[in-house]
């Protein structure tokens, strides 16, 4: 007879093969269908809520596997803490403004100077929504969920003309400012830049040092005498106007073969040791204050150059002689403005050398290298060249090199916030916590921020200037913009003349004539983004500061620092209470993956193949804290848990068929010992796993639950019950009792799992619990108190050390061939007593069962010692009954146990 068919054996429609990249737009059509962001809100109206604020990312097509990464990682966080019980509006954003919009435009053969720029701008407007569409469609695709119906876009009218509250609100406060000092300046993008704007390449600088004769050295030095300079830029020796020292420093005149040369003292050995100097006499020494006002002859020009005593100048490098060049650096603008010494623009927009600097004139700052030192070089002033590697600042967007400028720009003044800004850091949960000195160093070492940009594509500056150039900075004028651009939107500025932007009848007294002009440069995009905790944020609904923002760590220059700012300037207050930063994805071999690099994994290459359930499990199983490695390995990796996990949970569905948990289920207290040891595990482990939550350690969600399904569920009590799941009468105790504690494991696992494994836990919930709408409009179960005493925890240590080492004896026997699979096995103990009424009281009959052998006996004899029990295993003698396969020492004429006899005959 065949008796497989009197087997319960597992039954479900939750498929083994995954089939994630077929079954997962089902999932996702039906949250669409349902509107199930609009139902989670629905179903905690009333209730506390958490928000986290997105940090919008630029739009500019396809997501790369960053972007997946951190809006999956958003995900985990809005539904752990929707199922947590809370209410979780989450609004996603983009960012659609900028220069790489504007070059995408032009590449489409748009020449955006032969054209009216509201014209240009209506381009970039249409791109950049298609962008965005582009992207929203691909966050959706990693089952992610927000509230795609309403997304806040930087370009928008309702931000914009909130992001211009913003501004008019620090501008009445004093915090805005029009001003000339040096800036990033980005020749290849023809704008300034902001330091989050601003990242840090290797590259190969001329090193050189120049002389400039004293013209009046006021008694201390005569005209034989030079101060040598030291400078990595030699394209900005035309634009030298003075030589910084330092007041208190000591400084040298030294007798050299290559004349008298002033220096700091400190530095003599390694400056002269570098130009090759082999015999020095020192003639004088200083103070720098002392020599302070001494002029000396421009090396490459008829004009003088004056000596400055300025703090900023060290002697840890160079000669302590500092080429100062106001148009070029910050430092050498601050400290010649103290003596009256203006820059005066020798380098244009394009970073073109222009006709100030004479023969010069039409190089670019890199050709201009070159030219400047061959010519110092030829008038004798240059006294040694050499090459330097170093870490240089490049646009971020072009890659190309940058340079520092003086023009004329808006500024955020810092200052006049940097203390409260400084305080509330001190306010905020960082995570990881190094990010509170990092912020704090930022700030704290950060200048007046420059928030104009000489571009077309942005949010223009409402800034109108009056006849005499006066700027006007009036509540009046600021609040009717606000209102134009609300209702018209921002292009409005670069379609209407200045006079019709005004307040109707608008007069000043520094335009007599009624004539107004327009600024035209636009804002910064981090002033864009920085904005978004008001313009994308209802602060009645969700007033400020926001729970958390969760972004890259490039952000603690960007979007953290520029929302920080606005808010404290505007509200007095951080825009957020806690900040979350993830590192960058790598390649294997250490490389960071960019989308501008072209070496970025594309989600959807992954996803149309593995799933979007398996991408997201590979960001819950990572300390994304830290850069993080990807590779196709890795995903193979992550492949093998994600089936170990599908699989575990299709056993469990399967061995319920049939089983109502109301009709079926037993109570907690009358389980045994043993089932109510794995419900207490699994209780522990929901614990675990909601405070992990709660951290926002997804990696410890996952390692947590993938652990107690592969070794408390699968190798051991699922491994162990598969007996009497298979054969014991459906309705027998024993049976339901294994099956009460698998409801309770897949009820509690796949809560814990759902806002990871989205689609999976839906579809395993259409198995599981199919009047369930959406496992995702549930909570978490509710965290219970243990089911076991201390004591009977410590009894449970004691017995998995036996069973481990019946194990080790079973497999010893393996080996040397005595016995095939373990229920060959016949297992004799001599055991102490005590030990012995332990294991009959935890197990009565089914010692035998949990050790997945066919026999237990108990002996008085002497036997093997195997980790500190004695154990013997031999060959069981008897028969395999056909339908339980274990060895039997007795069967029926049908040849059945007694105990499959017994269940066939019920």
């Not at 240009?120 to 992207?135: D, G, M, N, S, T």
């Not at 389980?671 to 482990?685: A, C, G, M, Q, T």
Request: charged share 25%.
């Amino acid at each position: 007879m065949d008796y497989k068919s009197t087997l319960l054996l597992p039954k479900t429609e939750f498929e083994m093969r995954g089939n994630l990249n077929k079954k997962e737009p089902r999932f996702q059509e039906k949250w669409e269908t349902m509107d199930l962001y609009a139902q989670m809100q629905l179903k905690r109206e009333g209730h506390e809520q958490f928000v986290l604020h997105d940090g919008p990312p630029y739009a500019n097509g396809n997501i790369h596997l960053g972007h997946a990464l951190n809006k999956i990682l958003k995900d985990f966080l809005v539904r752990s803490k929707f199922m947590a019980g809370y209410k979780t509006p989450f609004r996603p954003g983009w960012d659609t403004h900028g220069l790489p919009i504007e070059n995408a435009i032009q590449k489409l053969g748009v020449d955006r100077k032969s054209m009216p720029i509201a014209e240009f701008r209506a381009l970039c407007e249409k791109y950049a929504l298609e962008q965005v569409e582009i992207q929203k469609a691909d966050f959706k695709s990693l089952g992610t969920v927000a509230d795609y119906k309403n997304p806040y876009i930087t370009l928008s009218k309702d931000f914009v003309s909130k992001q211009i509250k913003v501004f008019s609100d620090m501008a009445m406060k004093g915090m805005i400012y029009k001003g000339m000092r040096p800036v990033y300046w980005s020749p290849s993008s023809e704008s300034a830049l902001a330091e989050a704007e601003i990242e840090y390449r290797e590259r190969r600088d001329p090193a050189i040092f120049v002389s400039f004769n004293v013209e009046d050295g006021k008694g201390l030095l005569n005209k034989d005498d030079a101060f040598l300079i030291w400078t990595t830029t030699p394209w900005t020796i035309p634009a030298n106007l003075a030589i910084s020292l330092h007041p208190d420093m000591d400084y040298v005149l030294v007798k050299t073969e290559r004349g008298n040369l002033v220096m700091g003292k400190t530095l003599i050995g390694d400056v002269l040791e570098t130009i090759e100097v082999k015999e020095h006499t020192i003639l004088k020494e200083f103070k720098g204050s002392d020599l302070e006002n001494i002029t000396v002859k421009h090396p490459l020009y008829d004009r003088t150059s004056r000596v400055l005593n300025g703090d900023h100048v060290t002697d840890d490098a160079g000669t302590g002689c500092v080429h100062t060049a106001p148009d070029h650096g910050v430092e050498d603008f601050e400290v010649a403005k103290k003596y009256g010494i203006e820059p005066f623009g020798p380098v244009n927009e394009q970073g073109i050398l222009n006709e100030v600097t004479g023969e010069f004139a039409g190089l670019t700052f890199e050709e201009a290298n070159k030219a400047v030192t061959m010519k110092l070089d030829e008038l004798g002033h240059m006294h040694k060249m050499s090459w330097l590697v170093h870490s240089y600042p490049h646009d971020w967007r072009t890659k190309k090199p940058i340079i520092f400028r003086a023009t004329t720009q808006w500024f955020a003044s810092i200052d006049s916030v940097r203390e409260q800004v400084l305080a509330e850091i001190e306010k905020v949960e960082w995570q990881p916590a190094w990010g509170q000195k990092r912020m704090h160093n930022m700030i704290a070492d950060r200048g007046d921020w420059c928030i104009s940009r000489q571009r077309a594509w942005g949010v223009p500056i409402p800034i109108f200037y009056c006849e005499d150039g006066n700027p006007i900075m009036e509540q009046e004028v600021f609040d009717h913009i606000v209102t134009v651009f609300a209702t018209e939107g921002p292009n409005v500025w670069f379609e209407k003349e200045a006079k019709d932007l005004l307040p109707e009848g608008y007069v000043n007294a520094h335009s007599p004539n009624g004539i107004f002009t327009k600024e035209k440069d636009i804002m910064d995009v981090w002033f864009d983004s920085g904005s978004s905790h008001t313009a994308a944020l209802d602060h009645k609904e969700t007033p400020l500061p926001a729970d958390v923002y969760a972004e890259g760590s490039d952000q603690y220059r960007g979007w953290f620092n520029s929302s920080l700012i606005i808010s404290t300037a505007v509200y007095g207050i951080s825009p957020y209470k806690k900040v979350v930063s993830h590192g960058f994805i790598m390649h294997d071999d250490g490389e960071k993956m960019s989308k501008s690099k072209g070496n970025a994994l594309s989600p959807q290459a992954i996803t149309s193949t593995l799933g979007a359930d398996t991408l997201r499990l590979w960001v819950a199983s990572v300390d994304y804290h830290s850069d993080i490695s990807m590779s196709e390995k890795l995903l193979k990796q992550i492949s093998e848990s994600y089936r170990k996990i599908r699989n575990t949970f299709r056993f469990m569905l399967g061995n319920l068929n049939g089983f109502s948990a109301q009709e079926h289920g037993v109570a907690v207290e009358d389980l045994s010992l043993l089932n109510r040891y794995v419900l207490n595990e699994i209780i522990d482990v929901n614990k675990q796993v909601q405070a992990a939550y709660a951290q926002f350690d997804y990696q410890k969600v996952t390692t947590t639950v993938l652990n107690s399904m592969t070794n408390l569920m699968s190798s051991y009590y699922l491994d162990y019950n598969k007996d009497t799941l298979y054969i014991e009468a459906e309705d027998d105790k024993k049976r339901r009792e294994v099956q009460t504690v698998l409801y309770h494991a897949v009820d509690i696992y796949s809560r814990l799992m759902a806002p990871i494994l989205v689609h999976t836990m839906e579809e395993l919930t259409e198995q599981f619990s199919p009047e369930t709408e959406s496992i995702h409009l549930e909570t978490f179960s509710p965290m219970k108190d243990a089911i076991l005493t201390e004591q009977e925890n410590e009894l449970f240590k004691e017995l998995f050390e036996f069973r481990d080492a019946v194990f080790k004896a079973l497999e010893d026997k393996r080996a040397e061939k005595v016995i095939g699979k373990s229920l060959e096995a016949h297992v004799t103990l001599n055991v102490a007593n005590d030990f012995k009424e332990t294991l009959e009281t935890v197990f009565g009959q089914d010692l035998a069962q949990w050790l997945i052998v066919s026999k237990v006996s108990f002996t008085a004899d002497q036997l093997e010692e195997v980790q500190g029990y004695n154990i013997a295993v031999e060959k069981i003698e008897g028969s395999v009954c056909p339908r339980c396969w274990n060895i039997v020492e007795t069967v029926n004429e049908d040849g059945l146990c007694e105990r499959c006899a017994s269940v066939l005959t019920k």
